[in-house]
């Protein structure tokens, strides 16, 4: 059976807040850390607004509500508790676990820029802070340190 699906990857580069995101990721200093949160957040809710509202079987946000886990701590909590309370949420939601030195090798693979948090050392602080959020609600974390296809496939199974 065909189902349809609809994906989002935030901050995506089809609007202007997204590109906004993408010029502070790869910049340096905390004001780029705070402007690349403010615009991920932005356009999160941008996506939300538009996307929603779609009769797909199926939509993906990506990073989404974990994207809070980037804030500083205790920052990362509060913001994902505050959207959290605002934004559709499904009764599945998954959280794909791959540990840091994994993510790194994947990132250094696939890119030739690297995002201000793509260090291992970021990397590691982040994965903590969005592990423990998944105890807010209900989510599904799996292991996405296997091969794209199991990884596919144990999301087959969840979803089934």
Do not use: C
Request: without cysteine; charged residues 20%; hydrophobic residues 45%.
């Amino acid at each position: 059976m065909n189902k349809q699906v609809s994906i989002r990857v935030h901050p995506e580069s089809d609007n202007w807040i997204g590109q906004r995101a993408h010029i502070f990721l790869y910049s340096k200093g905390k004001s780029a850390h705070f402007s690349s949160a403010l615009f991920y957040m932005a356009d999160v809710l941008r996506s939300v607004l538009l996307y929603s509202w779609r009769k797909d079987d199926y939509i993906i946000f990506v990073r989404y509500l974990m994207g809070t886990a980037y804030l500083p701590s205790p920052l990362h909590s509060i913001g994902y508790n505050f959207f959290s309370a605002i934004v559709p949420k499904s009764n599945k939601m998954f959280f794909l676990d791959a540990n840091p030195e994994v993510a790194a090798s994947r990132i250094n693979n696939n890119r030739t820029d690297i995002e201000m948090f793509e260090n291992l050392a970021s990397l590691k602080k982040v994965r903590v802070k969005a592990l423990a959020l998944t105890r807010f609600d209900n989510w599904i974390i799996i292991d996405s340190n296997q091969p794209t296809e199991d990884v596919a496939s144990s999301l087959r199974t969840h979803l089934a």
